[in-house]
């Protein structure tokens, strides 16, 4: 199963359904997702139950030879469910009580409505467990979208307490570990401890961190209490959940734990106000890349975007060419699978102008064709590097507990997680040079060079494995606000960078946010030429204390004093960056820290043209992806024949129109 698409049946007459199923075979699907959000049709009352419908949806498409997976419907109780248990119903951090009428209008903690989850998903995975055209299931639809800020729910603060009680064990751990004398807050029973319902002034940042690992936790929870049902009920099905790229609610490293693999959604147009309209190609790629760090493995894309995104407001259309350009860029980055959203465009309901691969009236039209055709193009080659991945000599470390650090205390108003790695992340993109991101847990004796941006909080455990990845040979680069607070973050009473000090060779002994003050760094470290290069939101002050530096300050009290820092540690290097860099000095860092590290790009590609590699089974591939709204022409090195595309090629130049992509093998296996 290569491609598929999130099919609805119950908006559709019946009639229509084997027209679909047929437009669905001739287009190369093999697979629909079905029923997430079809509680209410499926169970019209409580215990009376209504397959009949489904059944014969899925047997119209297994006719055609497409699979089925089924999405579990929880994200969506039916009003007969609210009506009689509105404790179920989710309350705001306005302490409001949300109502009936969206989706995702449930707590998840909530005893009684896992009662009700307990009963319909038991009978409908047993339903189904012996269905011949069903190979898999979806819990619930996207974990923590439409949750707002989570459920503050008296059943919530019941389980918050729960969790505190069992992380801290006594009230005396927790007081101490907070800090709790501050402000007179000390507790003497756990169920004393509020939620961050809304306060005359700020909650305390380390009851709001755990706020936000418990509300990830839950959701983690609710997730295996399906899991369990549905291992029990179908053991020879798959099990996964759409993940939604770098969403924050859940640290999606757990959440990836109790799944057979992951899978995500990408959505690159976007339509509404506060968002890009269209992400840029290295959010894509780094997306994807953490998407596959969730279990360094195969994912799917269960809803790939296929029209025009809107609700209210719609996005621009996807132009020619850009369908399949995503298509190939996850493929690229490590899906097996790729599910569109959706097959045809709603005539009702929230979603109406969520365009499908077909448009409303339901007739094949430009968006049908080029899916077709991009089918039938990779779908032949995929089948090469099944199971293969891109293979990468850098990784980044990626963290929610760090990123929920900085949500709490950003310290500087734009500083973000997320954007700061990815300053780091799109000039190894720009230089066609291949990331992992990974969790702390997993292994990093495998990278060459390895960036653990933002490391604000800090554990012995985690600092140790970092020592010993450079200890051994590892390059580590770290960046500001490192080692500033332990993990339950409170501050901690060192010198800064902590115990990374020896490491980095290097001590902060102040530090300066940059609040309306023009900060630069002039690059030194090339011989040929200096640049400089204005920097923003933070700046470390550094005394070297064994390392050198590789760029300096260049204005006010600390002018000339190291912002870039290089210290050679037992066999390996351990860098410092001390700021947040422009994209001209990070090229250069970025450019002098590959060199150092023995790493390699893929090839040189214009600007905006991607190239990325997949390990097949009969050799490498390069996908070549002009992400330009222009044409573009590079030249392909020796040693690769083109597998997809090879009508662009002049000698050996790749001549990509807007849009274009190509595929090519190694020569030698
Ligand atoms: C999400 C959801 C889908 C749908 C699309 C479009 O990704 O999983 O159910 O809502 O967005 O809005
Ligand atoms: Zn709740």
């Not at 083109?642 to 000698?651: D, N």
């Amino acid at each position: 199963m290569k491609f598929g698409v999130d099919y609805y049946p119950e908006h559709w007459p019946k009639e229509r359904w084997p027209i679909d199923a047929g437009l669905m075979k001739e287009a190369g699907i093999e697979v629909v997702r079905m029923a997430e959000f079809a509680w209410a049709k499926m169970e019209p009352c409580e215990g009376s139950y209504d397959f009949a419908w489904l059944d014969e949806a899925i047997e119209i498409l297994g006719r055609e030879g497409i699979k089925t997976v089924l999405g579990t419907p929880t994200p969506t109780p039916p009003i007969w469910i609210i009506k009689k248990n509105p404790e179920i119903l989710p309350v705001n951090r306005d302490g409001v009580r949300l109502g009936f009428g969206g989706r995702h209008h449930d707590c998840q903690s909530n005893p009684t409505y896992r009662e009700h989850i307990k009963r319909f998903v038991t009978v409908m995975a047993r339903h189904y467990s012996n269905n011949p055209h069903v190979v898999g299931w979806q819990i619930d639809n996207e974990f923590g979208n439409s949750h707002q800020s989570l459920c503050m729910c008296d059943s919530c603060s019941v389980a918050f307490h729960k969790w505190l009680e069992n992380k801290y064990e006594t009230i005396e751990k927790l007081n101490e570990a907070w800090g709790t004398i501050f402000w007179s807050q000390t507790y003497s029973m756990f169920d004393q401890i509020p939620m961050p319902l809304p306060t005359p002034n700020g909650h305390n940042p380390s009851l709001l961190l755990d706020w936000k690992r418990f509300a990830s936790d839950l959701i983690v929870d609710f997730q295996k209490y399906q899991v369990d049902i549905i291992r029990r009920e179908c053991p020879n099905h798959f099990i996964t959940h759409n993940f939604m790229g770098f969403f924050d609610k859940t640290d999606y490293f757990n959440l990836a734990k109790d799944l057979d693999f992951i899978s995500h959604d990408q959505y690159p147009m976007h339509f509404r106000k506060n968002r890009d309209a269209i992400a840029p190609s290295y959010r894509l790629a780094a997306i994807l890349d953490l998407m596959r760090g969730m279990k360094q493995k195969p994912f799917w894309i269960m809803e790939q975007q296929s029209g025009p995104a809107g609700w209210e407001t719609i996005s621009s259309t996807p132009r020619p060419g850009q369908l399949a350009l995503w298509t190939y860029q996850s493929v690229a980055h490590g899906a097996d699978t790729v599910v569109y959203f959706r097959w045809r465009s709603c005539l009702f309901g929230t979603e109406e102008y969520w365009h499908g691969i077909l448009p409303h009236h339901g007739i094949p039209e430009r968006r049908y064709e080029e899916i077709k055709q991009t089918i039938n193009e990779l779908g032949p080659v995929m089948d090469h590097f099944k199971g293969g991945l891109p293979e990468s000599e850098v990784g980044i470390l990626f963290s929610y507990d760090q990123e929920w650090a900085f949500q709490i205390q950003p310290h500087h108003f734009e500083l973000e997680y997320i954007s700061h790695m990815l300053g780091y992340y799109r000039a190894f993109y720009d230089a066609n040079i291949p990331v992992d991101m990974l969790s702390e847990e997993q292994e990093f004796s495998r990278y060459k060079l390895l960036v653990a941006p933002l490391m604000f909080l800090t554990k012995p455990d985690l600092t140790a494995k970092l020592e010993k990845y450079v200890a051994e040979g590892g390059h580590l680069v770290l960046t500001m606000r490192t080692g500033v607070k332990d993990w339950n973050n409170a501050v901690i009473s060192k010198i800064l960078p902590g115990d990374f000090s020896p490491l980095v060779g290097i001590k902060i002994p102040e530090y300066d946010c940059l609040r309306d003050i023009d900060q630069s760094v002039r690059w030194a470290a090339s011989e040929l030429y200096e640049k400089v290069e204005k920097v923003s939101k933070w700046a470390d002050i550094i005394t070297l204390d064994g390392a050198d530096a590789l760029a300096c300050y260049t204005e006010d009290y600390y002018k000339d004093t190291p912002a870039i820092t290089q210290n050679t540690y037992k066999h390996g290097m351990a860098y410092y960056v001390a700021t947040e860099l422009g994209p001209e000095v990070m090229k250069e860092f970025v450019s002098y820290a590959v060199n150092h590290g023995g790493i390699k790009p893929i090839m040189q590609t214009p600007q905006g043209v991607e190239a990325a590699r997949r390990k097949g089974n009969d050799g490498d591939y390069i996908f070549i992806l002009n992400h330009n709204p222009k044409s573009a022409v590079l030249n392909m090195p020796l040693g690769w024949k083109a597998v997809i595309g090879e009508k662009f090629m002049r000698g050996n130049e790749l001549h990509l129109s807007q849009y274009a992509v190509a595929v090519f093998k190694s020569e030698q296996v």
